[in-house]
C-alpha cells in the first residue's frame, strides 16, 4: 500500500523554466529525503530533512531547493532547468534510524 | 571511490537455483537495507539491518558493520524474483546520509 506520494508522475519541460514537485507521506516519519536517479540508475542523495531541519545538502547545484511545510511533506523546486536535470526524482521517509520507504518517482525531461 | 561496491551488476539464474548479491563498504555503516525495483519502477524494501541476519521466505540478508560488507541471498530463484536489487547503507557518522549500491540487475531464466 503505497504510504509515500509524489506528484506529478512526470513532467517534460524546456530548459530554463520553473518546475516544482511535491512529496507527502502519511507514515508519521520525521525524516524525509530526496534522490536523483540518473541516467546510468543510480541514486544519490540530494537532501534529507527531520522535523523541517535541513540535514544533508549533498553539493546540488543552487537552482534546488526543498521546501517543508511540515514534517509530513518535502517539495522540490528546480528554478531554471538545464539539460543535465533530466532525471527520476525519488521522495522517501523514514523514523531515523529505520528503513526507508520511497515514493514511485517523478520523470523530469527537459528538453 | 565508490563507498558502496554491489556486486555483481548483473546475473542469471535459472528457476529453482540461488546465489548472493554482496553490498561491500570502504567506510563504516551503521545499517543496510536491501531493495527490489518493481515492474513500476517503485522501491520496494526486503531488508533493513543494523547488524545480524534477517530471512523472509526464499531470501535471507546478512549485514557485519565490522567487515564493511552485506549480502543478499536468494534460493529457490523464480520468475518473478527478476528485477534490479539495490543496497543502501547509512554512514555511521551520519545516519541521514545514505548511499547507494549500483544495483545488481537479476535475471531469471525458465
Known amino acids: 500500500e503505497t504510504a509515500v506520494f509524489q506528484t506529478p508522475n512526470y513532467h517534460v519541460t524546456q530548459v530554463g523554466n520553473e518546475v516544482s514537485f511535491n512529496c507527502k507521506q502519511t507514515l508519521g516519519h520525521d525524516t524525509m529525503y530526496w534522490y536523483k536517479q540518473d541516467s546510468k540508475k543510480l541514486l544519490k542523495i540530494m537532501f534529507s530533512?527531520?522535523?523541517?531541519?535541513?540535514?544533508v545538502n549533498e553539493t546540488v547545484p543552487r537552482r534546488f531547493s526543498p521546501q517543508s511545510s511540515d514534517k509530513a511533506h518535502l517539495n522540490l523546486r528546480i528554478k531554471s532547468v538545464e539539460p543535465e536535470d533530466s532525471a527520476v526524482y525519488l521522495c522517501?521517509?523514514?523514523?531515523?534510524?529505520?528503513?526507508?520507504?520511497f515514493g514511485p518517482g517523478t520523470r523530469l525531461t527537459v528538453l | 571511490g565508490d563507498q558502496v561496491e554491489q556486486s555483481p551488476s548483473a546475473l542469471s539464474l535459472h528457476e529453482g537455483t540461488g546465489s548472493a548479491l554482496r553490498c561491500n563498504f570502504t567506510?563504516?555503516?551503521?545499517?543496510v537495507q536491501w531493495f527490489r525495483k518493481n515492474s513500476r519502477g517503485s522501491l520496494i524494501n526486503l531488508f533493513y539491518l543494523a547488524s545480524g541476519t534477517k530471512e523472509n521466505g526464499r531470501l535471507k540478508s546478512a549485514f557485519d558493520s565490522k567487515e564493511r560488507y552485506s549480502t543478499l541471498h536468494i534460493r529457490d530463484a523464480q520468475l518473478e524474483d527478476s528485477g534490479t536489487y539495490f543496497c543502501?547503507?547509512?554512514?555511521?557518522?551520519?545516519?541521514?546520509?545514505?548511499?547507494f549500491g549500483k544495483g545488481t540487475h537479476l535475471h531469471v531464466l525458465p
Open positions: 530533512y527531520n522535523n523541517k531541519q535541513l540535514i
Open positions: 543502501a547503507a547509512e554512514l555511521d557518522t551520519n545516519a541521514y546520509k545514505v548511499i
Open positions: 522517501a521517509s523514514s523514523p531515523l534510524g529505520y528503513e526507508q520507504y
Open positions: 567506510t563504516t555503516m551503521r545499517a
